[in-house]
């Protein structure tokens, strides 16, 4: 019967530790920095800002983006971004700066593939 018993206990013990390390794992997906965000805002030759509630994310004249087709792009304006208009549901993933650094919220990758 003992020898029974340890290779169910050993299995239990690697089912909490499977469950544990999913669990650990979801979380730091979950967290990510840079997030996915939908945002909006009034852009420029220039670049501008896309807001999600209070915070406004800089973007700039070049940033990495993925086209309507899927194709993704390192640097550029993205296509599906209007100068000069407000631009709405826009989908894209944010950065903020550490405190330390000043706290700046940027667009770090946007996605023109549902627009």
């Known amino acids: ?11 239990a013990v690697a089912v909490l530790l499977f469950g544990a390390g999913f669990a650990v794992g979801r979380w730091v997906v979950a967290s990510d920095d840079p997030r996915m965000l939908i945002g ?12 999600v509630g209070d915070t406004g994310y800089n973007l700039q ?11 993704e792009h390192a640097s550029g304006w993205p ?10 549901g826009v989908r894209f ?3 903020v700066d550490s405190p330390q650094s000043g706290g ?10 549902g627009r």
């Open 1 to 11: 019967m003992r020898k029974r018993v340890v290779p169910i206990a050993a299995f």
């Open 40 to 51: 909006g805002g009034f852009l420029a030759n220039g670049g501008g800002a896309l807001w």
């Open 61 to 71: 004249s070049s940033v990495a983006w993925r086209d309507a087709d899927g194709s």
């Open 79 to 88: 296509a599906c971004l209007t100068h000069d208009a407000e631009n709405m």
């Open 93 to 95: 993933r944010g950065s």
């Open 104 to 113: 700046r919220a940027w667009v770090v990758w946007v996605d023109c593939s």
